[in-house]
């Protein structure tokens, strides 16, 4: 039988036990080749439009079957290439399977389906009062599968941690089409090795989760008081973050913008930031006691340098932190950008951003950084002039180079994107052998015959 003859042949068996689900024109499968990051998928086989878990234990069954590579997708918004697809191989989407199936006001859980919209979720638990914490920038068309692979964090995770820690349960398919269950809808839960954990940020490659448990928090009723402080270094700007997260006050957001992306985004859309100043500091406090913990913050801030405080609540309130939320329209209508993502303890954000101006001279490239500055974590923009390959992989060295500094600095090479197909030989640098060993034997455990998201990730 000719090869054409044979790929026909096993795609009718596909077909047989998915119909309509399964996609096989090229146009189709050119829809779900790549990501929103610069990787480049290849051209699949076929695509799954999954609406129910049997859907997914039959295409993993017939991929497992065949040793087919497997992708796995959400809404395609990541940044490290881990759902592009595979020459040749099989795409399984979740995006189809978007109900929320409970929001439990008493035990404070949300059980939803993989490709449920994760604002969508956060919309319904508004409406019993209770908030799904985690927000991604992108959480107005990510899916809560793509963020419970990807780990994703948000503006709000200074306070209430990452998705990790909103995660009570996982509805998993095993690369065999076997299906898992995993932790539960308590609060407390000490049976059986933490698989939830193992699963949260696993990128595709151990299962594909095609439900979850999610912990609820109470909606904040107040209004968030909001701060806006210009300084004249990032050393100052960096002395504030630990002199803030030092103190008794966990704000609900705490972000940063240096003079670069200030200036970007005054030129895209002025948004009264101090041009002149080297960063500026952007959070909101929320409490009872929000005025009392603004007195403790601005302390923090005016003893590290702070040049100038603003503070608002309400409409006034969205408009100051509204200039953060900018920079990535800012960026997008600036041109083509790579964008980085690495982690350190918050206490070094300020030896990290010194590494990324020494990366950006070194090069000679402009850099702009912003990001969480709570949580540690960077996203230097390296501003581009094409997308040409050469410039592309120019950029993924740089971006290289800034991995490697915040490892020194005892961070991370990823704090909330992933490692996907980008960063794969950096996972290598951070951890040391035994470690790696360690993940390559989890890997086999879950997927022997390495069907799933094979040679990403790990
Ligand atoms: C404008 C913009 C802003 C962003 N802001 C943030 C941000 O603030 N914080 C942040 O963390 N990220 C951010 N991202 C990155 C991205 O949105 C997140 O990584 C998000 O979690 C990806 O979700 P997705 O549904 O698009 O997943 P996809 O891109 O489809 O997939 C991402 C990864 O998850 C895996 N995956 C997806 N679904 C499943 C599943 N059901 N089971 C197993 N594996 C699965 C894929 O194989 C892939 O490895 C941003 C992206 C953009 C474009």
Redo the contacts with the bound molecule.
């Keep these: 039988m000719s090869d054409r003859k044979m790929r026909d042949a096993t795609l009718a068996e596909l077909s047989d036990l998915l119909g309509d689900r399964l996609l096989t024109s090229a146009e189709s499968c050119l829809d779900y080749a790549g990501?929103?990051s610069p990787a480049s998928g290849g051209r699949p086989l076929a695509v799954v439009e999954a609406r129910t878990v049997e859907d997914v234990s039959a295409a993993l069954k017939w991929a497992s079957a065949r040793q087919v590579p497997v992708?796995?997708?959400?809404?395609?918004?990541?940044?490290a290439g881990?759902?592009c697809a595979y020459d040749g191989g099989l795409v399984i989407s979740?995006a189809g399977m978007t109900a929320i199936r409970e929001i439990d006001p008493a035990d404070r859980i949300a059980v939803v389906e993989?490709g449920a919209i994760t604002a969508d979720i956060d919309r319904a638990a508004a409406e019993v009062g209770l908030m799904y914490a985690p927000d991604?920038?992108?959480y107005a068309t990510?899916?809560i599968?793509?963020?419970?692979?990807?780990n994703?964090?948000?503006l709000r995770c200074v306070r209430y941690g990452v998705t990790r820690d909103s995660v009570a349960g996982l509805e998993v398919v095993l690369a065999d089409g076997s299906v898992i269950t995993t932790g539960g809808r308590t609060r407390k839960n000490t049976a059986g090795y933490d698989l939830t954990g193992v699963f949260v940020g696993s990128?595709?490659t151990l299962?594909?989760?095609?439900a979850a448990i999610l912990r609820l928090v109470p909606r904040p009723v107040d209004e968030p008081l909001t701060f806006r402080a210009s300084f004249p270094s990032m050393d100052a700007l960096g002395g504030a973050v630990s002199g803030i997260m030092g103190s008794p006050v966990t704000p609900l957001v705490l972000e940063f913008m240096d003079a670069a992306t200030i200036d970007m985004v005054e030129s895209y859309r002025p948004a009264g930031l101090d041009r002149s100043s080297a960063g500026v500091l952007l959070g909101q406090l929320t409490g009872v006691d929000a005025e009392e913990q603004f007195a403790v913050v601005e302390t923090a801030m005016v003893a590290a340098g702070a040049r100038k405080v603003e503070r608002a609540s309400g409409e006034r309130g969205e408009e100051l932190l509204a200039a953060r939320r900018l920079v990535?329209a800012a960026a997008t209508a600036r041109g083509p950008e790579y964008v980085c993502d690495v982690a350190v303890p918050p206490s070094r954000l300020a030896e990290m951003l010194e590494q990324v101006a020494a990366v950006a001279g070194r090069n000679g490239v402009p850099i702009s950084v912003a990001g969480h500055a709570g949580d540690g974590n960077l996203h230097p923009s390296i501003a581009l002039p094409d997308t040409s390959v050469e410039t592309l992989d120019g950029a993924e060295r740089i971006s290289d180079e800034i991995a490697v500094a915040a490892i020194a600095l005892g961070g991370t090479v990823t704090g909330?994107?992933?490692i996907?197909s980008l960063k794969l030989g950096l996972l290598a640098r951070q951890l040391d052998e035994p470690t790696m060993a360690a993940h390559r034997r989890l890997k086999a455990a879950f997927d022997p015959l390495g069907i799933l998201?094979p040679g990403r990730?790990v």
């Design positions: 990501d929103a992708s796995v997708r959400g809404a395609g918004t990541g940044l881990g759902a979740l993989a991604p920038a992108s990510s899916t599968g793509g963020n419970i692979a990807t994703a964090g948000g990128e595709g299962g594909v989760v095609t990535t909330e994107h992933g996907g998201t990730a």
